[in-house]
Each structure stands twice: as C-alpha cells, then as structure tokens.
C-alpha cells in the first residue's frame, strides 16, 4: 500500500521559514513525478513544486525563490524548504506520488496528483 506521511507544519510570523518533510513507502520507483500542493479553506488545489523526470523541478509562481524543493536518493522522501513565508502561504500542504504517466512539467496543471499524504498543516501570522 502506497504510503506518504507529512510533517514539519506549525504556525510561524510572516517572514518566517519552514521544512516540511514527506516520507513515502510501498511504491518502486519507476519515473513518477513527485511534488507538493496545498490546499487552503474554500481555495483550489495549488501546485506547489513538482520534480518530473523531463522538466526537472519546477514551482508554483507565488512560491518561486522562497520555496525549495529537494528529495533523497531514493526519492523517498522529500522536503520542502519554505522561507519569507507570507499569510497567504497558510494552508493544509500535502506531498504526492503523481499518477503514473502524469506529466509534472507545469507544477500549476498537474492533472492527476495520484497518491498524497494526509497533509501537515502550516499557518502563517501577519
């Protein structure tokens, strides 16, 4: 059974920084794109930052030079690096396993983000 577990998510001022952390088991790595999207109340899905194997690793435009996204050898688990952080990052953030043949190219137009973690939230003060 695919598994993916978040964690790292706690309130923090605005300009503050963050690590999430996701590890994921019960899947063999086979080429899947990989990333974070976050969900807010009453917002859409947002992609956040994605890794697929032709584009490489690509971000959201309102997270662009604040957010980093790294993995680990096995692309087990990943991270996310969250810096200058701003109220309007509050969200539920949940790392994913896209679906298998899903491109990840446009981190913003994932079509399918397949298996995902239960999230960890982050909430960010003014």
């Known amino acids: 059974v695919v598994q993916l577990v978040e964690s790292g998510g706690t309130s923090v001022q605005s300009g503050g920084s963050l690590r999430l952390s996701c590890k994921a088991s019960?899947?063999?790595?086979?080429?899947?794109?990989m990333g974070w999207f976050r969900q807010a109340p009453g917002k859409e899905r947002e992609g956040v930052a994605a890794?697929?194997?032709?584009?490489?690793?690509t971000y959201g435009d309102a997270v662009k030079g604040r957010f980093t996204m790294s993995h680990d050898s096995t692309k087990t688990t990943l991270y996310l690096e969250m810096k200058d952080l701003k109220p309007e990052d509050t969200a539920m953030y949940h790392c994913?396993?896209?679906?298998?043949?899903?491109?990840?190219?446009?981190?913003?137009?994932?079509?399918?983000?397949?298996?995902y973690g239960p999230g960890t939230q982050v909430t960010v003060s003014s």
């Open positions: 019960g899947y063999t790595y086979r080429g899947h794109a």
């Open positions: 890794i697929d194997t032709v584009a490489g690793i």
């Open positions: 994913a396993l896209v679906k298998m043949g899903t491109s990840a190219r446009d981190v913003g137009a994932v079509a399918d983000w397949g298996y």
